[in-house]
């Protein structure tokens, strides 16, 4: 949805999604090379969607699903960031100056180079993989903090979103030497301080890591799920085999391999499917619960191959940017201030 405008910054509005339509009196900022006059309307798009993983017995398999929820909606997209290592951006993605026709900022295009220098791993990922892994982990979170941080200064105006709610997330998958496979969440989150009025300074806060792979001892290997936006998220692909859902269900029954995929993954033993089963099962299954539609993206990460596109997105159409001009029967983000 776009969103109406107040004096200075839209509020932001909740209904499926988070969706930003932002009017921002911006000042120069030292870490930016651009300046945005009064007035310039910003907006941010979201990469919406599914992010599924499986960790089977010789690759790492991810799919990812869109969840269309506007016309400039992203599907979330899996990019490359190493032989072994794929990273997905979901939430605040994309960053637009309307008058400039140009990104501000494009996170899943500028992830691979957005790897700080000036970090120290934090002590739970130390435990977690020791120190050289857990340092690269951790530039690559701090590095797209502190993109987040050079576009989230311009925003000078109060932004209302639901308590806890990240304005970003990263997801990880990769195969460590000697350690395996791993799958890391990292969200970031935003706090503003009032400053004068209605003036606020923003700012994106350091993420927070959580682990998903590898499991707990004795705890079940079987599909990892992050869903953006978080609230009314649907139901997981797991829990709907779980519920025999019946588009899954038609699935299974037309195929053994795809019955037995099903089952082992139900059973906690991912590890015991093949890289070649798990592609199939993940691309019948999201088919199966998506319309024809919806896009899909798949790419696999192996432990000598590294990463491979199975399935990836067609070249964008134009869109708002250096090179591009904004369709011109785009909706208008011109809408008169609301009071609350």
Same mark, same amino acid.
């Given at each position: ?22 009017? +921002? ?47 400039? $909606?992203?599907?979330? $997209? ?69 993109? +987040? ?20 997330? +990263?997801?990880?998958?990769?195969? +460590? ?164």
């Amino acid at each position: 949805m776009r969103l109406p405008v107040r004096a200075v910054l839209g509020r932001v509005f909740r209904n499926v999604a988070l969706f930003f339509a932002l009017l +921002l009196c911006v000042r120069v900022a030292a870490a930016q090379d651009t300046y945005e006059p009064p007035g310039e309307e910003i907006v941010v798009n979201l990469a919406a969607g599914r992010v599924v993983i499986a960790v089977v017995k010789d690759a790492i398999v991810i799919g990812t699903l869109e969840n269309p929820i506007e016309a400039e $909606t992203h599907p979330p $997209t899996p990019v490359i960031l190493g032989s072994a290592r794929v990273g997905v951006v979901l939430g605040a993605e994309e960053w637009v100056s309307l008058a400039t026709k140009r990104d501000l900022a494009r996170l899943s295009r500028e992830l691979p180079s957005l790897h700080s220098h000036l970090v120290a791993p934090s002590p739970h990922l130390e435990q977690a993989q020791g120190g050289t892994e857990a340092a690269d982990i951790e530039a690559v979170g701090q590095g797209l903090l502190e993109r +987040l941080n050079q576009v989230a200064k311009l925003l000078h105006g109060r932004v209302e979103l639901p308590e806890n709610e990240p304005i970003t997330e +990263l997801v990880i998958a990769d195969y +460590l030497i000697g350690y395996g496979p791993e799958v890391w969440q990292l969200t970031y989150e935003m706090k503003q301080e009032q400053q004068k009025g209605d003036y606020w300074d923003t700012r994106v806060l350091r993420p927070v890591y959580l682990q998903f792979w590898p499991p707990e001892r004795g705890q079940p290997r079987t599909l990892v799920e992050f869903n953006y936006p978080p609230e009314n998220a649907p139901p997981s692909l797991l829990d709907l085999l779980r519920q025999n859902d019946h588009r899954l269900d038609m699935m299974e029954k037309s195929d053994v391999k795809m019955a037995e995929v099903a089952g082992r993954f139900l059973a906690g033993e991912s590890n015991k499917i093949l890289a070649v089963d798990a592609v199939q099962f993940l691309r019948a299954a999201l088919a199966a619960i998506s319309t024809p539609q919806t896009r899909q993206t798949m790419i696999l990460i192996g432990p000598e191959t590294g990463a491979q596109w199975i399935l990836a997105l067609p070249p964008e159409p134009g869109r708002p940017g250096p090179e591009g001009e904004r369709p011109p029967d785009a909706p208008s983000l011109m809408k008169p201030p609301s009071s609350r």
